[in-house]
């Protein structure tokens, strides 16, 4: 069975801090993938990124950076000079191995609340 | 652009009533995904469809049912509502890996 843990409930940082959200997964599988989503206060959630098991290499998106490590079965998401919009409800989520033919459902984490306070 | 859209933001319901959630995607996707999202428990997958009349089980299907007629529609349904199905339900579709969400809808049922 697969699992993803968000052992962060909520942070509270003041804005330009740079924050990290962990995330931590379990998985048999030796294809998965890995998302980060975003759910501001209206409630959509918002893809940010995927990341596929054969892929370790970090990634940066503006301010946003991912760090990858199959080592320890961690994909954290830094968000460098923290902003008032970042703050949501960030969710780590794993998929594991798309089946031809057939569609898999994401297991999400519960989430980090992240506060950026002006 | 990506378009999932839900019939309705916020649902009150009586305990006992069939409730249908609906949800339409314009991407031609494959594959949509019902979820409930629970304060403390994230979101959890109650059933998917990888195909027009076809459905799966998803992690939390007790109690709830689906209906996909048409590729871009994709219906959940609460035979018999409880209170204890009370709950945020956001409906996603995806062509291979990623998922796209839609705005999700409040359900309450008193």
């Known amino acids: 069975a697969q699992k993803v843990t968000q052992a962060q409930t909520e942070i509270s940082v003041v804005e330009k801090e740079d924050v990290t959200l962990d995330c931590v997964y379990e998985t048999r599988d030796t294809t998965y993938y890995l998302f980060w989503y975003k759910q501001p206060p209206s409630g959509e959630l918002v893809f940010l990124i995927r990341r596929n098991s054969f892929d370790e290499q970090n990634e940066i998106s503006g301010r946003y950076s991912w760090n990858f490590q199959k080592s320890t079965s961690s994909f954290n998401f830094t968000i460098t000079a923290s902003q008032v919009v970042d703050s949501a409800v960030y969710f780590c989520a794993l998929s594991e191995a798309y089946s031809g033919g057939g569609a898999d459902g994401l297991t999400f984490g519960k989430g980090t609340h992240l506060i950026i306070q002006p | 652009d990506v378009k999932v859209t839900q019939s309705s933001r916020y649902l009150v319901k009586r305990t006992g009533e069939k409730v249908f959630l609906e949800c339409v995607q314009d991407?031609?996707?494959?594959?949509m995904f019902w979820y409930r999202q629970d304060p403390g428990l994230g979101l959890r997958l109650i059933y998917f469809s990888y195909d027009v009349k076809m459905k799966e089980k998803g992690d939390i299907p007790e109690g709830y049912s689906v209906s996909r007629e048409k590729k871009e529609r994709f219906s959940l349904i609460l035979e018999s509502a409880s209170t204890n199905q009370t709950s945020m339900y956001l409906c996603a579709s995806s062509l291979a890996v990623v998922q796209f969400f839609g705005p999700g809808t409040r359900l309450t049922v008193l």
């Open positions: 991407m031609d996707h494959e594959n």
